[in-house]
């Protein structure tokens, strides 16, 4: 009897751990990453981190407190309230950088071999946008809070592309341009 209800209890605390555990990562995995708001102090987009892990410990606590980690904005305004903060717990999956940059390039075809985006793959093969200047950049060397302005003015390009395109600006010695030729005979005809 007395085993039984020791076990009882043990088991009451590790789903209870559990549950708590569970809540805790489900709050980290929804305000982790780079996220895009529009601040409302100065109505212009702000590129922000929530303190994931801060929240991760608050739901666990009940709080559910937000606050930011970084700002683009606070080189001007270290002091604000954080009001930005509302769009986020309305959203965060909107608010997310990735979400944002998937978003524009569904449905897209590249620049260059205009091959239609698929799945992007992220870790490997992340897709590049195209400057009014014929030059590619990868989305993440353009700064978060310029980024909306930047997928108005620019292409998509596929990875492919990106790294020809780099290779042929940045090493014009190595590359070769080979004219264009009619249809080639070969030996078996």
């Not at 043990?10 to 805790?24: D, K, N, P, Q, S």
């Not at 569904?106 to 992220?122: L, M």
Request: glycine fraction near 4%; aromatic fraction near 8%; charge should be positive.
């Amino acid at each position: 009897m007395k085993y039984l209800l020791l076990f009882s209890l043990i088991t009451v605390a590790v789903v209870f751990v559990m549950v708590e555990l569970r809540r805790a990562l489900r709050a980290y995995l929804r305000f982790r990453g780079k996220m895009l708001v529009s601040c409302p102090e100065t109505d212009r987009p702000a590129a922000v981190r929530v303190a994931a892990a801060k929240a991760a410990w608050e739901a666990i606590v009940g709080n559910g407190e937000l606050r930011l980690s970084e700002c683009s904005r606070w080189r001007k305004r270290h002091s604000c309230g954080q009001k930005c903060l509302e769009q986020i717990r309305e959203a965060p999956k909107a608010c997310l950088i990735w979400t944002i940059i998937n978003r524009w390039y569904q449905g897209q075809n590249c620049a260059y071999c205009h091959e239609p985006f698929g799945e992007i793959h992220w870790h490997d093969h992340p897709p590049a946008l195209l400057d009014k200047e014929h030059r590619t950049v990868q989305w993440n060397e353009i700064p978060a809070e310029k980024l909306q302005k930047a997928l108005r003015t620019h292409r998509p390009v596929c990875w492919n592309c990106h790294v020809a395109k780099t290779f042929r600006r940045e090493h014009p010695e190595r590359v070769v341009d080979r004219p264009a030729e009619g249809p080639r005979m070969s030996l078996y005809h």
